[in-house]
């Protein structure tokens, strides 16, 4: 079998695999030598090593890209765990519907949402991808297939939702969409002169606004610390005239030899982007593809960071703590200088996650991406950990490479009952790594 | 009507297609993953979207599954013709049945299958061919030339096709894709030439609609293909290509 080297989207993480690929749905897992173990691999946008298995192989997916059923009339649609989020957009939009929750990037695979329960902008209303998945298929190692949901094996579907595709292949998923009156949002961007007055706005913003997330500039420091712009939107109504801006899709070419996020370019472009909004409050209608998916504009834009790659540090801390806890956090990274262009803030709302793995809980969420500098960022994470630990917080597995095996069994309490469901022939890097002497 | 339709080229082909509201006839050996193609062609905005499961080298069935497609499509207006396999080239070097095999897949069944259908778009004076041929197919090279052979066969007798044809009203294309990143070539390293069969799939759409002869995708493969052909047989020689 074809050995290849499969990275992860920070850059810092790659590994020669053993290759396989799922050619159809009805294929099965293929056949692994004694000992060895395999993950199912989507389109690799997982920061860290959860979607890696070093000295092991790769299950790809990509090829399960097809559409199995769309009703039109109840927005109900069932395709291969394989199908980008992009292309489930382009579908559905035309037909008037929309994903009910959809992260920061549409170039990730269904099942990919599924295994790490995303969340996005509407946390509050919707909660994570999980919970509008209606029913899935599980296909494990010893060839049994079994369909899963809230309903049937349900104790299945809070493994596999937010699983890390540990329990096995997801092969197909049927999807409850919503309704939208069409592509345009109604942006509103409120600045925010520190992380006080966030708290304040982020509360107003979710009573009357679907979708609310802050950027902040991480650099800022006292009377200023977390001073940000809050971006808050509703889906809007089409506009007859308004014309589509084309998918622009420029690229990074290669990585510069080094990282062009540093302390200069981030001083600069945070100072910046702050003062650009000249008014305290801007009325925009923006396409969808530029409020969900600012980045996706400019593929490969991980390459900015060089060679050596770069971590995101997200994290939640749960509501009674949150306050206290965040300006500590946002403390201790303006103190050490490091940091990068997006700096985001988000409230998580009480809707309950459907995974056992689920990261998205009550409270506040802080991401940050750091170019990798080694040590000295290993030392910001430390204290950043601690604050985290005393606060009762999690780190996100779809975004680590690093976090201490004892921080995610704290974070994640259902690890253990989780472990019994993992299919025999699947282990993932970070599994072993965060599970590792406990 | 796509021939062929699981291959990684045809499909994407086939999804934009479908996806501007064409009716689909599709063709290809395995019968379950054509059912789940057909499934996403309709979902992907195909009005009718019918399939046949049919080995290309069973050339006793080509004529009434080509009457088939011609009735579930009312009169079938363009053709493409995608399947083939890619030769393991040292293995054909030790065996005469494998080679005759691979020339069989992958151009007898071609010549087979045209015959048929320029007789009846001849007759019908309409229509459009298009056939998936090769880069490999322009300079028979040492590392690949029974699946090169194979494909100068099919170039050449699209070339003659074309030129008898064109009197007729009838378009035929010959496709030349280079290194293309799918299922058939999993096994090779890929480098800055290769490309994705989406890409391809957009220049054979765009060549079926501008009744274009022979196009190489993408079309930096014509200059160093009149590269490669030009070499001097003597240089040639002494390149491992």
Known sequence: MASRLVASWGNVFRAPHVVYDMRGRDDSIPTLPPGETLLPFGNGRSYGDSCLNQGGASLQMRALDHFIRFDRDTGVLVCEAGVLLADILRLVIPAGWFLPAVPGTCYVTVGGAIANDVHGKNHHREGTFGRHVRQLELLRSNGTRTVCSQAENPAWFAATVGGLGLTGVITWAELQLRRIPGPWLDVESVRFANVGEFFALSEESERNFEYTVAWIDCLSRGKRLGRGILQRANHGQERPRAVAPAERNRSVPFPPPVSLVNGLSLRVFNTFHYHRQLTRRRRTRDYFRSFFFPLDGLLHWNRLYGPKGFYQYQCVVPTPHAREATVELLETIARSGQGSFLAVLKGFGSVASPGMLSFPRPGITLALDFPNKGPALERLFESLDSILTSAGGALYPAKDGRMPGTLFRAGYPRWQEFSEYIDPACSSSFWRRVTEGA | ?241
Request: proline share 3%; aromatic share 6%.
């Open chain 2, 1 to 241: 009507m796509i021939i062929g339709a699981t291959s990684a080229i045809a499909e994407a082909t086939a999804r934009m297609l479908a996806e501007r509201g064409d009716a689909l006839y599709l063709v290809a050996r395995n019968e379950a993953r054509l059912a789940a193609i057909a499934a996403d062609l309709s979902v992907r905005g195909s009005p009718r979207v019918g399939c046949e499961a049919l080995d290309a080298n069973d050339f006793a069935a080509h004529e009434a599954m080509l009457a088939r497609a011609e009735s579930f499509l009312a009169g079938c207006d363009s053709v493409l013709i995608a399947h083939g396999t890619l030769s393991d080239q040292k293995a054909c070097e030790g065996s005469v049945e494998l080679t005759l095999q691979e020339l069989n897949t992958n151009a007898l069944s071609v010549v087979a299958l045209l015959t048929r259908i320029a007789n009846g778009m001849a007759q019908r004076r309409a229509g459009t061919i298009a056939v998936i041929s090769s880069v490999a197919g322009d300079r028979g090279r040492g590392s690949n030339y029974v699946y090169g052979s194979a494909k100068a066969l099919v170039t050449a007798f699209l070339s003659g096709l074309r030129q008898r044809l064109v009197k007729c009203g009838v378009t035929v294309v010959t496709i030349k894709p280079g290194f293309v990143d799918s299922p058939m070539t999993a096994a090779f390293a890929k480098g800055p030439l290769w490309a994705r069969p989406e890409r391809i799939a957009a220049g054979i759409v765009r060549a079926i609609d501008r009744h274009s002869g022979t196009v190489y995708l993408p079309g930096f493969w014509r200059p160093i293909m009149w590269v490669i052909r030009t070499i001097p047989e003597r240089v040639f020689l002494r390149l491992s290509l």
